[in-house]
């Protein structure tokens, strides 16, 4: 060998070993960033006729819960590029919007022909067709946009203007059929399962596409009298597709049937094996999660109110829509804290007894916003429990309450409180109340000087027999999606039930 082979040989040797040094140093540096061992999701959000403001957390939520995933979230996809996708294992798509521009979507393309995996919700059969561009609403923006002629072959299935045309019949309830449970997601599950969403009708399908769900879609109710395809996957390159027709709205997310398929479809598209039990939606929670009992009803509210508690991953919540449904058993040992946003003026006496046993047993309670005004003739209730009362009407020399919307409000901190750490001084816009009766025991929490207010916005009730905290804040979507407010009623939620704050991690 001569002297500039050997030479030649040296350089080639250095510059492998320098490449593998690098890309175990990259491989590094992504570690911190990431939980060990888990599957990495990144879903695509921020522009969709749906409401992507709630469904993307609580498909992020789903994910995280199933122990399987670590996942991010995007809400502004134009301009990502192939090393941006690079470290994930799946893209989710909660998105119905505009094209993302040559560069992303070229990424895109290659992340999944490499071997990666892909998910598509709901809408997402309408992105990229060639048909106008949908604004919140389902109504149209006057935008056209061109096809994406390779995102049709991924999707296997997409809304055309026809003939027949895409569309759907209104949301009701029908039964989707499982057609291949020996597929890795349908595999264990039961024959089909109850959904309450849009069946989704006339998708041009394509021959990749390989359906593992059907409904039937009653001529009754608008439907085609047809088994339309509901689930189905499609293999591209060496990656693997999965979409869903199911998911309208947080509603529709709910049954138990979206749940199991979704997550099961996103493990699957990423490892390209299913390892999650059939039955995820209805397993316990991350192991120590808070078991939350989320009491609404007689006031109406936002569903951005959900965001409070989805994607957050030490909490296992369910949702009564009347103090009836919640109380009409013993709930002591089901539950660890209960959250009010209702307002009901009336308890029957078995709910009132079940409801004092779980206080007297030393559970915790979280009451937000209206439900001050709850059980206004149950003394017991406003005076030694809540601490506070918001007054519906003239109670002896003092006048109702009253209320406004839409106040700039400046909160600040009254203290230092395990509840209050991460939050800092708050500005944001909402409801006051004026003219409550506020026990004098209570320790304040948060106050503003805004005149339309009573000063105190937050406080810990002089209750003795468990922690009960109200906080007067959250009307709508600007306090639900405040940050500081999210991790307030976390921290309240955490604290009533003995555990450390979110702020304080």
């Known amino acids: 060998m001569s002297k500039n082979m050997r030479t030649q040989y040296k350089v080639a040797g250095l510059v492998a070993v320098v490449l593998l040094v690098g890309a175990l140093a990259s491989a590094q540096e992504m570690t911190p960033f990431f939980a060990p061992g888990k599957l990495r ?67 895109v393309e290659e992340f999944v022909r490499s071997g990666k995996g892909l998910v598509a919700v709901h809408g997402a059969s309408y992105a990229f067709t060639g048909m106008e561009v949908l604004g919140d609403g389902h109504k149209p923006t006057g935008i056209k946009q061109p096809a994406w002629p390779e995102y049709l072959k991924m999707i296997g299935g997409y809304w055309v203007e026809g003939p027949p045309k895409t569309g759907h019949a209104p949301l009701h309830s029908f039964q989707v059929k499982i057609t291949d449970r020996q597929h890795p997601i349908a595999q264990g599950m039961k024959e089909s399962f109850l959904a309450t969403d849009e069946l989704y009708h006339n998708h041009r ?49 709910q049954e138990s049937g979206f749940k199991d398929t979704f997550v099961r479809g996103t493990e699957w598209a990423a490892a390209g094996r299913v390892t999650l039990p059939p039955d995820i939606a209805s397993r316990p929670a991350t192991a120590g999660a808070l078991r939350l009992l989320v009491v609404t009803g007689g006031h109406d509210y936002s569903t951005s109110f959900y965001a409070l508690f989805e994607g957050v991953e030490d909490f296992q919540w369910q949702h009564a829509t009347s103090n009836h449904e919640a109380f009409a058993s013993d709930f002591r040992n089901k539950y660890d804290v209960l959250v009010l946003y209702d307002m009901p003026t009336e308890i029957g006496e078995a709910e009132k007894k079940n409801l004092v046993h779980f206080l007297e047993s030393g559970k915790g309670m979280v009451v937000l916003h209206h439900a001050i005004a709850d059980y206004p003739a149950w003394d017991w209730w406003s005076r030694e429990v809540v601490g506070g009362k918001y007054l519906v009407k003239p109670e002896g020399d003092k006048p109702a309450s009253t209320y406004l919307h839409d106040q700039e409000l400046f909160v600040e901190p009254v203290g230092k409180h395990p509840i209050l750490a ?60 405040h940050p500081a407010y999210q991790i307030l009623v976390r921290n309240a939620i955490r604290w009533t039930a003995g555990k450390p704050a979110e702020g304080g991690k």
């Not at 996809?77 to 941006?84: D, N, R, S, V, W």
């Not at 339309?228 to 529709?252: C, K, M, Q, S």
């Open 422 to 481: 991460g939050i800092g001084r708050m500005h944001l816009w909402d409801e006051t109340y004026k003219g409550m009766w506020i026990s004098p025991k209570v320790t304040v929490l948060l106050r503003t000087d805004n005149p339309t207010s009573d000063g105190p916005v937050a406080w810990i009730s002089p209750y003795e027999k468990s922690r009960v905290v109200y906080i007067q804040l959250g009307h709508d979507q600007i306090a639900h999606l």
């Open 205 to 253: 399908m394509q021959p990749e596409a390989h359906v593992l769900a059907t409904a039937f879609d009653d001529p009754k109710n608008g439907g085609t009298g047809k088994d339309e395809p509901i689930l189905w996957t499609v293999n591209y390159g060496n990656g693997r597709v999965f979409y869903t027709a199911l998911g309208h709205d947080l509603a529709a997310m």
């Open 41 to 107: 999701a990144l879903i695509f959000s921020g522009r969709n006729n749906h409401d992507w403001r709630t469904t993307t957390p609580f498909l992020k939520g789903l994910l995280l819960r199933s122990g399987r995933f670590d996942v991010r979230v995007e809400e502004e996809p134009t301009g990502i590029t192939g090393a941006t996708l690079a470290p994930y294992d799946v893209l989710v798509l909660d998105y119905n919007g505009p094209r993302w521009g040559e560069a992303t979507e070229k990424a």
